[in-house]
């Protein structure tokens, strides 16, 4: 298999998708994409006073547009916002020439990862927990049916989601050939532990 022309990263709020892209993105040689940060950047803003501003329907059409674009570039790992698989015109941006991966939690890690955080204007209330569930049993079935692969991340560090990742997308990256070259020395030493 050859290296896809883009991974798109989707999941809920806390599911690690821009700290597993940044690394995945170096793993592969490829350039990694934020669609939320680069959405800032270009409004000056951040998203918290985009909805406040423009609404969630302001922010969806920004981050439809963001997302024509961005899924125009070749060569990217591409991070998006856990909503950017609500709208159904983004799906086939999402999908285009890209291996879509889905980067699944449980709604306990999602508010463990999400508690001290005021970037995300939909977890502002009393109870965010319960706005999770409640996304998670819209969102779910739209991740998993975009996915090419649909990767858990509990009690997984960054590091081992990334590994288990490269493995799955290019089972021959350079550091993947390293690697079996070294299990084949190993083996060949004696000391292989499989
Ligand atoms: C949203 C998720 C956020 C951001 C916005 C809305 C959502 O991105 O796009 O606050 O609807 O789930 P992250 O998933 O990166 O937190």
């Not at 501003?53 to 997302?67: P, S």
């Not at 739209?142 to 990334?162: C, E, F, G, N, Q």
């Not at 390293?178 to 499989?194: H, I, L, M, N, V």
Request: aromatic share 6%; proline share 6%.
């Amino acid at each position: 298999m050859s290296l896809p022309k883009r991974v798109v990263l989707v999941g809920p709020m806390g599911a690690g998708k821009s700290t597993i892209g940044r690394m995945l993105a170096k793993e592969l040689g490829y350039r990694f994409l934020d669609s939320d940060r680069i959405i800032e950047e270009r409004c000056g803003a951040n998203i918290p006073w985009i909805f406040d501003v423009e609404g969630e329907d302001g922010f969806r059409q920004r981050e439809t547009a963001m997302l024509d674009e961005l899924t125009g570039e070749q060569g990217t790992v591409l991070a998006t916002g856990g909503g950017a698989v609500m709208r159904p015109e983004n799906h086939p941006l999402l999908k285009k020439n890209s291996v879509v991966v889905y980067l699944k939690t449980s709604i306990e890690q999602q508010v463990e990862r999400t508690r001290k955080d005021r970037n995300r204007p939909l977890l502002q209330n009393d109870d965010p927990e319960a706005v999770l569930r409640r996304l998670f049993d819209i969102r779910d079935p739209l991740y998993t049916r975009l996915a090419d692969i649909v990767m858990y991340t509990d009690r997984k560090s960054p590091r081992l989601v990334v590994r288990q990742l490269v493995n799955r997308i290019n089972p021959r990256t350079p550091r993947h050939k390293r690697q079996r070259r070294k299990e084949g020395r190993d083996y060949a030493q004696g000391t292989s532990r499989t």
